[in-house]
């Protein structure tokens, strides 16, 4: 099994993305973003214990689609997950900087996951994709099948979080590609093939390393 996280802003297209890659790519078995699966029962937190509480809930959630997947299609199957737990980890670190709370939640959230979960491998392959402000806003209007009640929220978390993304693509350049999905859909899912399979074989990151490498550029945003 080879895990791939399509990661992203709201209505940046990972969905429709997915949905093509599995027309084209025989071997891709989709994963839906884990609300679309489950009920949020933190949606009511206020105080920054809860926020660590809620996202220590994400976390775990999501960290099980790379220990828990099974797959009928074999070990060679694709799993595509709409946003992975690297995107957890950045909400985590972003979400208070983006609205201006002096809240020191990453800290905590980092100590409670070494402490609690082993270095676990995980993704592949991580594909970020971004567009601007105004396309998602475009985007967000001609949906009219999904609900996003929030995409504004997290909108204000998306220029720290391309931010993050970026540096993550310098630190890991064999396993994590920021993608411009301005592109039309299907020149972005042809470019998106070419990524997979030229990398596809790229060693997973490993969850430590991702929590290592977000302290010091957590640090650096908050000067």
Same mark, same amino acid.
């Not at 926020?51 to 099974?70: A, H």
């Not at 905590?108 to 991580?126: I, K, N, S, T």
């Given at each position: 099994?080879?895990?791939?996280?399509?990661?992203?802003?709201?209505?940046?297209?990972?969905?429709?993305?997915?949905?093509?890659?599995?027309?084209?790519?025989?071997?891709?078995?989709?994963?839906?973003?884990?609300?679309? #699966?489950?009920?949020?029962?933190?949606?009511?937190?206020?105080?920054?214990?809860?926020?660590?509480?809620?996202? =220590?809930?994400?976390?775990?959630?999501?960290?099980?689609?790379?220990?828990?997947?099974?797959?009928?299609?074999?070990?060679?199957? @694709? #799993?595509?997950?709409?946003?992975?737990?690297?995107?957890?980890?950045?909400?985590?670190?972003?979400?208070?900087?983006?609205?201006?709370?002096?809240?020191?939640?990453?800290?905590?959230?980092?100590?409670?996951?070494?402490?609690?979960? &082993?270095?676990?491998?995980?993704?592949?392959?991580? @594909?970020?994709?971004?567009?601007?402000?105004?396309?998602? &806003?475009?985007?967000? #209007?001609?949906?009219?099948?999904?609900?996003?009640?929030?995409?504004?929220?997290?909108?204000? @978390?998306?220029? =720290?979080?391309?931010?993050?993304?970026?540096?993550?693509?310098?630190?890991?350049?064999? #396993?994590?590609?920021?993608?411009?999905?301005?592109?039309? +859909?299907?020149?972005?899912?042809?470019?998106?093939?070419?990524?997979?399979?030229?990398?596809?074989?790229? +060693?997973?990151?490993?969850?430590?390393?991702?929590?290592?490498?977000?302290?010091?550029?957590?640090?650096?945003?908050?000067?």
């Amino acid at each position: 099994m080879i895990f791939i996280d399509i990661d992203g802003p709201s209505a940046v297209g990972k969905s429709s993305l997915i949905r093509s890659l599995q027309k084209d790519l025989p071997e891709v078995f989709p994963v839906d973003e884990l609300l679309a #699966q489950k009920s949020n029962p933190f949606c009511s937190w206020k105080t920054p214990e809860d926020f660590l509480q809620k996202q =220590l809930w994400f976390f775990d959630n999501t960290l099980r689609r790379y220990t828990d997947s099974v797959s009928a299609s074999g070990p060679h199957a @694709l #799993q595509l997950n709409d946003i992975g737990v690297i995107d957890v980890i950045v909400h985590t670190a972003v979400f208070p900087l983006a609205n201006h709370l002096p809240w020191s939640v990453f800290p905590a959230f980092r100590e409670q996951v070494r402490c609690h979960y &082993r270095d676990l491998p995980l993704a592949g392959l991580v @594909l970020f994709l971004y567009a601007s402000e105004e396309t998602l &806003r475009f985007r967000k #209007q001609q949906d009219h099948v999904r609900v996003r009640n929030s995409f504004d929220s997290n909108l204000r @978390l998306y220029p =720290l979080q391309k931010d993050f993304y970026f540096m993550l693509a310098e630190t890991f350049p064999r #396993q994590v590609f920021c993608l411009d999905a301005e592109r039309s +859909p299907s020149v972005l899912a042809e470019n998106v093939k070419s990524v997979i399979l030229k990398n596809r074989n790229a +060693p997973p990151l490993r969850l430590y390393d991702i929590l290592d490498a977000a302290g010091p550029h957590l640090s650096s945003m908050a000067l």
